[in-house]
């Protein structure tokens, strides 16, 4: 195994009763990369996602995060062991304001881990890292607006220290202005904390400009693996329509 890939997928697959989802996906991602993953709706992008995240079953293949082979591990496992999703609709407890929600996955967040981890996540760090919380800790998260949800969901994931964070859609439903401020705190999550993202990203501009790297989903497989600086948006439409 190559010791600069923090997450390997072998041969991954995953479905719905009888429709498959997710046919004999295999990555890697090299230590605090950042990927965008990218796919027509119905791809297979949020299926893959709660593969990796371990909260829908996959039907065969190996994940290794580290060292570690995780592909028994259940989802609580997984995010102790460094592996947070940030889901699609950012499912926060609605009726706990942000700081609640923080405090608990604080509590739920492995002891050693975060001993281990040189700066460990604290509050008052995520909120360094996304300023837009502050004024809203004590808001009940169920009367917050998109962009601050999605925040919030983001700096829930970081309580758990991970390693490798995962994301879903991102920018869904946002505003223009509100999708740069996300990105401007996941721009700084890279810099400052070098967490590995892997993030899916309607917006193929945006994700050619943020992400190392890109990695086109069409039915369930990868059709296009490329370093952003070294494709184009036309190679990456064809994948993304089967065009090519
Ligand atoms: P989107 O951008 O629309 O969320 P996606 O790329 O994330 O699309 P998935 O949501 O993973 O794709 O869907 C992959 C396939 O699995 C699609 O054919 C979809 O219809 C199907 N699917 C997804 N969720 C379910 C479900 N809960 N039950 C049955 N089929 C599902």
């Known amino acids: 195994r190559n ?19 997710v046919r004999d996906v295999s990555f890697a991602l090299k230590r605090g990369a950042c990927v965008a993953l990218i796919g027509a709706n119905g791809a297979g992008k949020t299926t893959l996602l709660r593969c990796l995240a371990g909260v829908h079953p996959a039907l065969g293949g190996r994940l290794h995060l580290g060292a570690q082979d995780i592909t028994a591990l259940p989802a609580h496992r997984r995010v ?10 950012r499912r926060l407890w609605a009726d706990m304001t942000v700081r609640e929600n923080l405090t608990v ?9 975060a001993a281990a981890a040189t700066a460990p996540w604290s509050i008052e760090r995520a909120l360094q890292a996304l300023p837009g919380l502050v004024p809203i800790l004590d808001r009940p998260a169920g009367a917050l607006s998109g962009g601050q949800r999605q925040a919030a969901a983001i700096a829930r994931a970081l309580m758990s220290n991970p390693e490798v964070l995962l994301l879903d859609e991102v920018s869904l439903g946002l505003s223009p202005l ?60 064809e994948a993304y329509f089967g065009m090519a």
């Open 178 to 237: 509100v999708v740069d401020e996300v990105y401007r705190s996941l721009q700084a999550l890279r810099a400052q904390a070098g967490t590995t993202l892997l993030l899916v990203e309607q917006d193929l501009g945006r994700a050619l400009a943020f992400a190392d790297r890109v990695m086109c989903l069409r039915e369930g497989q990868i059709v296009l693996e490329a370093a952003c600086a070294e494709t184009t948006r036309e190679a990456v439409t």
């Open 3 to 21: 010791p600069d890939h923090i997450l390997q997928v072998q041969g991954l697959r995953a479905g719905h009763g009888q429709l498959v989802a």
């Open 105 to 113: 996955a604080l509590e739920h967040r492995d002891a050693a881990r």
């Open 80 to 89: 102790q062991q460094g592996l947070a999703l940030v889901p699609e609709g």
